[in-house]
């Protein structure tokens, strides 16, 4: 078992529509993060959080430290958010490298 | 102020040449993570560096892969005797300090070699 999961791999939305990401992850972490990734591109950092809740635009993240759960939600989903978002979480009291999960490839469609 | 910079961004090789991949981390950071990321696999660390000393390189592989962080210049990531495999990319991220909960990395573009 990954230490991190994510849920769904693939998901297929229509514009407008609101978008959820889950993320699951096994061990005791100090940080979680959220990053964006589109086709053939680098990677964007979305958030970076350890408790509650972040927002910025029309992306919300949270965080469950006791459910060790994560949720990236998107409000009035837009074609331009298509991309792959990849949850990623660096273990507490071990290195400063982050763990990844595959990934959740969204495609909006108009 | 610009962000991390990776070059080149793509990097074609033979089998048995050699790569040489450079990272400039963010103006103000001193600390440089090296991840991999295989065809349709996910993200994976390689190695996490401070100016002049290798901090944790438990995901760098035993043999032909190198990196170092200089006094002065970029990081270097090196792969020696490159195999079709090797082919990935290959991001570098920087923070200001370690400690992946209280400094963010920020991601280069990455640079994609492709062994032929």
């Known amino acids: 078992k990954n230490e991190v999961e994510q849920s769904p791999q693939n998901l297929t939305a229509q514009e407008g529509e609101f978008i959820t990401i889950n993320c699951s992850y096994s061990v005791g972490i100090s940080a979680l993060h959220w990053l964006q990734q589109h086709p053939g591109g680098g990677i964007v950092s979305l958030f970076m959080l350890s408790s509650g809740k972040k927002k910025h635009g029309r992306l919300i993240a949270t965080i469950n430290i006791q459910e060790k759960h994560s949720s990236l939600h998107i409000t009035a989903s837009h074609p331009r958010d298509s991309a792959v978002y990849i949850c990623?979480?660096?273990?507490?009291?071990?290195?400063?490298?982050?763990?990844f999960g595959k990934g959740t490839k969204l495609t909006v469609n108009p | 102020n610009a962000g991390v910079m990776q070059n080149p961004r793509h990097l074609v090789r033979r089998r048995g040449q050699e790569a040489r991949l450079r990272c400039s981390p963010m103006?103000?950071?001193?600390?440089v993570y090296w991840y991999r990321q295989l065809p349709e696999e996910g993200l994976k660390f390689m190695v996490y560096?401070?100016?002049?000393?290798?901090?944790?390189e438990s995901g760098m592989p035993k043999e032909r892969f190198s990196a170092e962080f200089p006094k002065e210049g970029p990081s270097i990531l090196r792969i020696q005797q490159v195999v079709r495999g090797d082919s990935a990319a290959y991001f570098c991220?920087?923070?200001?300090?370690?400690?992946?909960?209280?400094?963010?990395?920020?991601f280069g573009p990455g640079t994609r070699l492709t062994v032929l």
């Open positions: 990623a979480v660096g273990s507490r009291g071990g290195s400063e490298k982050l763990v």
């Open positions: 991220a920087s923070s200001q300090a370690g400690g992946s909960s209280y400094n963010e990395q920020f």
């Open positions: 103006k103000g950071h001193s600390h």
């Open positions: 560096l401070q100016k002049e000393n290798i901090i944790d």
